[in-house]
Antibody, heavy 119, light 112 residues
Framework: QLHLQESGPGPVKPSETLSLTCAVSGGSISSSSYHWGWIRQPPGKGLEWIGSLYYSGTTYFNPSLKSRVAMSLDTSKNQFSLKLTSLTAADTAVYYC???????????WGRGALVTVSS | EIVLTQSPLSSLVTLGQPASISCRSGQTLVHSGGNAYLSWLQQRPGQPPRLLIY???NRFSGVPDRFSGSGAGTDFTLKISRVEPEDVGVYYCMQVTQSPVTFGGGTKVEIK
């Protein structure tokens, strides 16, 4: 069973870049068994899939965010990361990291990290 | 992208009674391999989402057997055979047949 834990900056300013990391236990991020991904949820609203990443470097991104998103793996720390550029208030959300056996990476979820974009 | 529409928006259920949630897709969710990659998630108040059902009807590890999924093509259903207090929350359908992953708008289940 995978366990995931997000860590991030909390409040960020408009136009800045968001950086989040997700620490993984119970499995190796360099394993061919798993994909790793991010999903977000604005306060009081529904879920939006951001994208996923495979150990080989294969990525899947939501077209609505693709131009602003980057994901990477850090095998030395068994964690993976999300960068989201050019932030606006609309990016305020709880950001969940997740992992799983399929490309959607949605079987196991972290507890989430609230990111507030405000000047 | 594939649009998922859930109904009802909310459901008030008596403890021990069944509940049913519908998810309709704007296009077929049947993959070329023959499976429909429709999942159901549960989000209890203040908690992250949790996978309940995958590939239409398969219960994820640790999910009680009072939860069941069914459907085909564009119409899918999540059923709770006897609602328990811990079932309160919002339920989302999710399709992983085609990128990007998309979610239904959610159905809130409350106890009468």
């Amino acid at each position: 069973q995978l366990h995931l834990q997000e860590s991030g900056p909390g409040p960020v300013k408009p136009s800045e870049t968001l950086s989040l990391t997700c620490a993984v236990s119970g499995g190796s991020i360099s394993s061919s068994s798993y994909h790793w991904g991010w999903i977000r949820q604005p306060p009081g609203k529904g879920l939006e899939w951001i994208g996923s990443l495979y150990y080989s470097g294969t990525t899947y991104f939501n077209p609505s965010l693709k131009s602003r998103v980057a994901m990477s793996l850090d095998t030395s720390k068994n964690q993976f990361s999300l960068k989201l550029t050019s932030l606006t208030a609309a990016d305020t959300a709880v950001y969940y990291c997740a992992g799983g056996w399929g490309w959607s990476a949605s079987d196991f979820w972290g507890r989430g990290a609230l990111v507030t974009v405000s000047s | 992208e594939i649009v998922l529409t859930q109904s009802p928006l909310s459901s008030l259920v008596t403890l021990g009674q069944p509940a049913s949630i519908s998810c309709r897709s704007g296009q077929t969710l049947v993959h070329s391999g023959g499976n429909a990659y429709l999942s159901w998630l549960q989000q209890r108040p203040g908690q992250p989402p949790r996978l309940l059902i995958y590939k239409t009807s398969n219960r994820f590890s640790g999910v009680p057997d009072r939860f069941s999924g069914s459907g085909a093509g564009t119409d899918f259903t999540l059923k709770i055979s006897r609602v328990e207090p811990e079932d309160v929350g919002v339920y989302y359908c999710m399709q992983v047949t085609q990128s990007p992953v998309t979610f239904g708008g959610g159905t809130k289940v409350e106890i009468k």
